[in-house]
């Protein structure tokens, strides 16, 4: 069935850049999502990509598309305290449904 | 700016208590869900709803149940609340869009039954 894996845990000091990583199963997702939830709040979506792509970036996010690895990272450049969050990855699975990783928890350290 | 809304934010109740909790959103949106996440932990879809008058089952078994009468109202009800309902619960919408279905979310309900 479909899946979406990333790592747990990613810690970085202020001011470096963050590499989030994701890899999915469903060879046929067309959009896959980066989403951010900070603590006692709802996800918020940050950028998305279109399976046609290779790379989008917006501001300091630069999302990358290895379609034939399925594999999706997001990156925070000069990332700061207020990025500290839970990061989903995400692919429009069959239909409308969304299917989510687990989420991985960045901690930034001043 | 999302418009959708979850009531109440924090909920304490004993056990054997019957529940609603609230979802409205204002932006016409089809598609509905509801999750369930444990606090910090990953997203279990437990329901969701293609439109008025339609819902399913998601992919965690629940003991929960919704209803979809109104396009902007998707309510969650548990009939005896026991503590391994104790979780967080988070409501989202969705149509289509350039982005594909983009998931707007709640700011969700922190359960607690105690």
């Known amino acids: 069935g479909e899946d979406v894996e990333q790592s747990l845990f990613l810690s970085v000091r202020e001011g470096d850049s963050s590499v989030i990583n994701c890899t999915y199963t469903d060879s046929s997702s067309t959009y896959l999502y980066w989403y951010k939830q900070e603590p006692g709040a709802g996800l918020q979506l940050l950028t998305y990509?279109?399976?046609?792509?290779d790379m989008k970036q917006d501001q300091r996010l630069t999302v990358l598309l290895n379609k034939k690895d399925k594999h999706l990272s997001l990156r925070i450049a000069d990332t700061q305290t207020g990025d500290s969050a839970i990061y989903f990855c995400?692919?429009?699975?069959?239909?409308?449904?969304?299917?989510f990783g687990a989420g991985t928890r960045l901690f930034v350290k001043a | 700016e999302a418009d959708i809304y979850q009531t109440p934010r924090y909920l304490v109740i004993g056990t054997g208590k019957k529940i609603t909790l609230e979802c409205s959103q204002t932006m016409g949106h089809d598609k509905m869900y509801w999750y369930q996440q444990d606090p910090g932990m990953e997203l279990h879809l437990i329901h969701y709803?293609?439109?008025?008058?339609?819902?399913e089952k998601g992919d965690l078994s629940s003991e929960s149940t919704v209803s979809r009468i109104r396009t902007e109202h998707f309510p969650l009800t548990l009939e005896s609340a026991r503590p391994s309902h104790t979780s967080q619960y988070l409501c989202?919408?969705?149509?289509?869009?350039?982005?594909?279905?983009?998931?707007?979310f709640g700011p969700g309900t922190r359960l607690t039954v105690t």
């Open positions: 709803s293609y439109g008025v008058n339609s819902t």
């Open positions: 995400a692919e429009k699975g069959g239909g409308f449904k969304t299917i």
């Open positions: 989202a919408s969705s149509e289509a869009r350039t982005g594909g279905y983009e998931q707007y």
């Open positions: 990509i279109f399976s046609n792509m």
